[in-house]
Structure formats: structure tokens, C-alpha cells
């Protein structure tokens, strides 16, 4: 049940969703518990709806739900403060990382044209900043595009600006 609180906790402590990674990397990090049992922990908190997944791509984001919330705001008193502290520690030194992680998405689908699309955007908490469709002849070519928009959304949006003002 610790483990279940803490990953409610974590996701009721930011606005905006976080990776089934990022929950990952802080639970397993400080060797709260094993990879498996967080696997379920993520499956049994969704089908409980206490927590909504959505998948893009190869990346699986949560939100805490509004039953989660209840749950968590019953059964807070059992995560001890000093756990509580990491994570409130853990999100201050992170959280511009994670909101960057999970605010740039892209993906990639093959058209009825036999094309693929790739289809990129960019988010400042709920207001998409940009958003790009981009036809490309084949999948390897969208693939590469969908993995540098990670690291240079920022530049091509400066770019875009830049030439239409």
C-alpha cells in the first residue's frame, strides 16, 4: 500500500502529468521497491481509477484522479515525512526536467497513402505553444524526426517566430 501512496502522492504534487518513467526513476532510485512490484503497483492503481494513464508513442503519462485524491487525503498519515520530504525535494530540484519530459510529445503513424506522418508539439502547462504535421517518405525518417524534436523544439519554434514576424 506504500508504494501505491507514494506514486498518488508524487502525481498530487505537480500540475501536469508525469512519465511512468519519471515515477520510476525517483521510486527505484531511493530503493523503495523493485521494478516488478511497481509494474503492478501501476496497474492496479489504474484499474482502481485512482490514477488515468494515456500512451504516446513509447512514453505512458499519469494523472492522479479525483478518487485518487480522496484516497490519497484518507491514508497521507501513513507516508512517513521523511519519504515526503525526498519527493517535495526531488520535484523542486526536477521540476522544470519533468515538466520539459512530458510538455514536448511527438509521433508517428503511417498514412492510407502509404506516407507517414509525424506529428510534433509543444506545451506550456495546458496551452499548446506549437504543434507540426510533417508528411515524410518513409518510417525511419519520421522516427529520427520524432527524437530530435525532443532536444530541438525549442529551436525550431524560435526559428519559425523568427521568420514569419
Given at each position: 500500500m506504500l508504494y501505491k501512496l507514494i506514486v498518488l502522492y508524487l502525481l498530487d504534487k505537480v500540475s501536469f502529468p508525469l512519465t511512468q518513467s519519471q515515477?520510476?526513476?525517483?521510486?527505484?532510485?531511493?530503493?523503495?521497491?523493485?521494478?516488478?512490484?511497481?509494474?503492478?503497483?501501476?496497474?492496479?492503481?489504474?484499474?482502481?481509477?485512482?490514477?488515468?494513464?494515456?500512451?504516446?508513442?513509447?512514453?505512458?503519462q499519469f494523472k492522479i484522479t479525483p478518487e485518487g485524491r480522496d484516497t490519497l487525503g484518507f491514508f497521507e498519515g501513513r507516508i512517513s515525512d521523511i519519504i515526503k520530504e525526498e519527493i517535495k525535494e526531488y520535484l523542486k530540484e526536477h521540476s522544470l526536467d519533468l515538466r520539459n519530459e512530458v510538455s514536448v510529445t511527438s509521433n508517428y503513424y503511417k498514412t492510407v497513402q502509404g506516407e507517414y506522418e509525424a506529428v510534433l508539439s509543444a506545451k506550456d502547462k495546458d496551452t499548446t505553444v506549437i504543434e507540426l504535421k510533417l508528411s515524410l517518405p518513409t518510417a525511419q525518417m519520421a522516427d529520427a524526426i520524432c527524437h530530435r524534436w525532443q532536444e530541438k523544439n525549442q529551436e525550431v519554434y524560435d526559428t519559425l517566430t523568427r521568420i514569419l514576424f
Open positions: 515515477i520510476s526513476e525517483f521510486i527505484l532510485d531511493k530503493g523503495y521497491t523493485s521494478y516488478m512490484t511497481l509494474q503492478q503497483v501501476f496497474s492496479e492503481l489504474t484499474e482502481n481509477n485512482l490514477i488515468a494513464s494515456h500512451t504516446t508513442g513509447h512514453r505512458t
